[in-house]
Nanobody, 120 residues
Framework: VQLQAFGGGLVQPGGSLRLSCAAS????????MGWYRQVPGKQRELVAA???????NYADSVKGRFTISRDNAKRTVYLQMNLLNPEDTAVYYC???????????????WGRGTQVTVSS
């Protein structure tokens, strides 16, 4: 199973970026899909998560600015980030809880990470 993320980059404060992350491989079911971020010297933190059923949840710091969505047919999760500020600068990682077919197991998978830099 692989999670491949796209969409990071450099943006000015107040700008927008859209991240996407596609899962591929021997997948039976994808449960929660989400995004985390990490800056040097700090723990990785949850940004937003989209369960397979129910409403998404967000970190307080991004509520009202970021929107998570998913396309189950494409096995892809998106993160629309608006009104970005320098405190959003981090490496963003996608995460998914996946039930694989071979081996038959449920566990979390991580994408490689994509850098988001907010700077003027």
């Amino acid at each position: 199973v692989q999670l491949q993320a796209f969409g990071g980059g450099l943006v000015q404060p107040g700008g927008s970026l859209r991240l996407s992350c596609a899962a591929s491989g021997s997948i039976s079911i994808i449960n929660t899909m989400g995004w985390y971020r990490q800056v040097p010297g700090k723990q990785r933190e949850l940004v937003a998560a989209s369960p397979s059923a129910g409403s998404p949840n967000y970190a307080d710091s991004v509520k009202g600015r970021f929107t998570i969505s998913r396309d189950n047919a494409k096995r892809t999760v998106y993160l629309q980030m608006n009104l970005l500020n320098p405190e959003d600068t981090a490496v963003y990682y996608c995460n998914a809880m996946i039930l694989t077919t071979r081996p038959y197991e449920l566990r979390p998978y991580w994408g490689r990470g994509t850098q988001v830099t907010v700077s003027s």
